[in-house]
C-alpha cells in the first residue's frame, strides 16, 4: 500500500538556463514543515499547482521531470514565456505524475531572476505489490 505525503517545492535561481541536474531541482519540503524530502528511486511525485515569478528579464520558463537537465520529449510539466516582472498560477484539474524516483526541475531560456513554488504529494510505494 503506497504512502501519501503532501508537499510543497521552492525553486529559485539568478540563471537557471545552464544548471547541473541536482541544482535545476526543485527542493521537496513536507508539507506543514522545514523538513526537506529525499526521494527514492520508487517515489513518484505528483504536481497540482504551479507558481512561476521572473524578475525584470523576460524568459521562456520550463518545468519538467526526468533523469538529467535536458527537457526530453514527453517530460515537459509547464512551459510559457513570460514578459519581466510578469507570473503565471496554475492549479491542475488532472494534476502531473512525473517519472519514479524523478524531481521536478526547472530550465529558462536565460539569465535572469525566477522564482517558482509547487504543490501536491509524492507516492511512496512500502512494499513491491505480489
Not at 541536474?21 to 504551479?50: C, H, M, W
Not at 526526468?66 to 510539466?77: F, M, Q
Amino acid at each position: 500500500m503506497p504512502l501519501l505525503t503532501y508537499f510543497h517545492g521552492e525553486f529559485s535561481s539568478a540563471d537557471a538556463s545552464a544548471l547541473t541536474e541536482p541544482n535545476s531541482r526543485f527542493t521537496l519540503y513536507q508539507d506543514g514543515t522545514t523538513t526537506s524530502i529525499t526521494l527514492a528511486a520508487t517515489d513518484k511525485v505528483v504536481i497540482t499547482d504551479i507558481d512561476i515569478r521572473v524578475g525584470i528579464t523576460g524568459r521562456t520558463v520550463q518545468v519538467y521531470d526526468g533523469a538529467n537537465n535536458t527537457v526530453d520529449a514527453g517530460e515537459t510539466i509547464h512551459a510559457g514565456t513570460y514578459a519581466a516582472s510578469t507570473g503565471h498560477n496554475r492549479v491542475s484539474a488532472t494534476p502531473h505524475s512525473c517519472q519514479l524516483g524523478s524531481y521536478p526541475k526547472v530550465k529558462t531560456s536565460g539569465a535572469g531572476q525566477v522564482d517558482l513554488n509547487i504543490r501536491g504529494y509524492v507516492l511512496s510505494q512500502l512494499s513491491t505489490p505480489a
